[in-house]
């Protein structure tokens, strides 16, 4: 299957379990791998035969940045399901979420989640 990546997505949000994540917020790192038949737009050359990654942006931004998930799980399950509602040749997501300041004492470049979800038909 063909791959369509959006690498390091950086969006501001208010996530987190604990009530100052969801005050002062903070910087959230996205990186997803989008699995679709990209065949029709490599013989094409015409957006409508592609997954306009440029949307596919938009929404994980609408996610990211409007609403309020506790857990970093949670919002990127929502974000799955939205790309897979906005764009139906999409067969199989891999997302992952970062936090590169959570409120935990220790040294990491960042923490996260990595889901990978397949289009149920």
């Known amino acids: 299957m ?5 690498k390091d997505c ?3 949000g ?5 009530s100052e994540e ?3 917020g903070q910087i959230f790192v996205v990186d997803c791998t989008l699995s679709v038949d990209l065949t029709a737009a490599s013989l094409s050359d015409h957006l409508e035969d592609t997954v306009h ?5 938009e929404t994980i931004k609408k996610q990211v940045e409007e609403e309020k998930y506790q857990l970093i799980e949670r919002l990127a ?3 799955c399901q939205d790309i897979f509602d906005s764009f139906p040749p ?3 997501i891999k997302l992952a979420v970062k936090k590169e300041n ?3 004492n220790g040294h990491y470049s960042s923490v996260g989640v990595e889901l990978e979800r397949k289009r149920r038909d």
């Open 90 to 92: 999409v067969k199989k």
């Open 2 to 6: 063909d791959k369509i990546r959006l």
């Open 22 to 24: 969801q005050v002062l």
């Open 10 to 12: 950086r969006f501001y």
């Open 14 to 18: 208010y996530h987190g379990a604990f």
């Open 102 to 104: 959570p409120p935990i």
């Open 53 to 57: 990654y440029g949307m596919v942006f």
């Open 77 to 79: 399950g929502a974000i």
